[in-house]
């Protein structure tokens, strides 16, 4: 039977802190628990968003829970889990910030899928080339910190932030601007509304007609759910009955005649808006930089509607103190008191304080755990350092001995130059008068010699 190996737990520097080398913050989008089908959809439409820094295929098992994720998280530098589960009332997600915390609970009020989000859009799809950079992050109506300001919004869009890599506009590419993640706040219902779109660069000043001709393409069939590629121009007697035709006429067969050219820039402008100059080369025919293009937002989905329900300490398993709760009061702002102070949801002072008692205790059970940890660690590292200076001094013991055996047999040889007194002599005689008391001798040998004749 293998030997099973113990694995690392000590973890230093970046990755103990959650944070990859380069910066980026990596991520899981899993689902948890028994789930239907619409939901396991809408979290392979989230990590669709997350791309390209996050688990596209990583695959759930029904055993499966939260901490197996928690435990693989430090190892392939993931900073924040995404969980998507079912329960009685409605859809609940949970943005977590590994490996210490917070963690966020929000209730889904309202979902669309992507596939619902591209039945309903008049534009062409995506070809899948804008998921290889990252979206932009954009937040919107939420309230500048003041005073009066709840303290949950601040935090709740730092969570957001941390969430997809930061802005650099000095190392930034323009072509790497392909998609925009937009977070709302709300502030009549209490909601967070999240979007997804697809950036996309048209040309200005000509209307629509004439951009299909440039790029090349149609409208979708209201009969077909396909696009096609190649202008149609079959039904039409001639190139300007498509491009001068009045708006609002649909056949060739109609006598209002043609558009004017002040009615079509009209209408050109309408369509594109505002224009805007490219400070760099962009992706797509004919975009160069210094061109003038109109830039239009795109959605693809999925779309969120979101409450946040609270916000607690620490990870799932390992929860602390509820920072916020949506029931919950914040006293802190009118009475000055800190959050550890705050009242619970439906507890009284009283069971608040046990509360928070136990939360104490946990932490001071953490600290007592971990400093353990730190004891057994530098005892093993003792025991190492004495064991490699043990092996060192018996590899030095064959020469010691080998110096000790000199010294005694140059001790034990008899010096010619050296002069014994009587007193030595006498001594030596009485000692051997006394062993031989002791110890009688043997009879001596009898020697046996030969004559040569």
Known sequence: MARRRKHRTHQKGANAAGVSEDGIPKSFVVKHGQVGTSLAQLVRDLRKVMEPNTATRLKERKRNKLKDFFAMAPALKVTHLLALTLTDLAPSLRLVRLPVGPTFSFRVERYSLMKDVRKISRSAPSQGLEYLTAPLLVLASFPPPSPTTPAHLPLLMKAFQSLFPPLSPK?????????????????????IDFRHYIITVKPYGV?????????????????????????????ERDVADFLLRKRGERGPESEAGYESAASSASSAAGDDGDAVSLADDYVGRNNRRGQKKAVKLNEVGPRLELRLVKITEGVPGKDGEVLYHEFGTWPHIELGISIADMIAVKKSRAE??????SHAEKKRLREKRKKEQEENVRRKKEK??????????????????????????SEGEWDEEEEVSDDEDG???????????????????????????
């Open 171 to 191: 190392s930034m590419s323009l072509s790497g601007a392909r998609r925009i993640v937009l977070i709302a706040y709300n502030a009549e219902r209490g909601t």
């Open 207 to 235: 209307s629509k007609r004439v951009r299909r001709v440039l790029e090349g393409t149609s409208q979708k069939s209201s009969r077909s759910s396909s696009t096609t590629r190649v202008l149609d121009l079959g039904n």
């Open 352 to 357: 608040a304080a046990a509360l928070r008692e």
């Open 384 to 409: 190492q350092a004495d064991r490699q200076q043990d092996s060192g001094s018996t590899r030095e013991d064959p020469e010691n001995s080998a110096d000790e055996s000199d010294e005694e047999q």
């Open 427 to 453: 001594e030596e005689e009485t000692d051997v008068e006394s062993e031989s008391d002791k110890f009688e001798e043997p009879p001596a040998k009898k020697s046996k010699t030969r004559i040569k004749s």
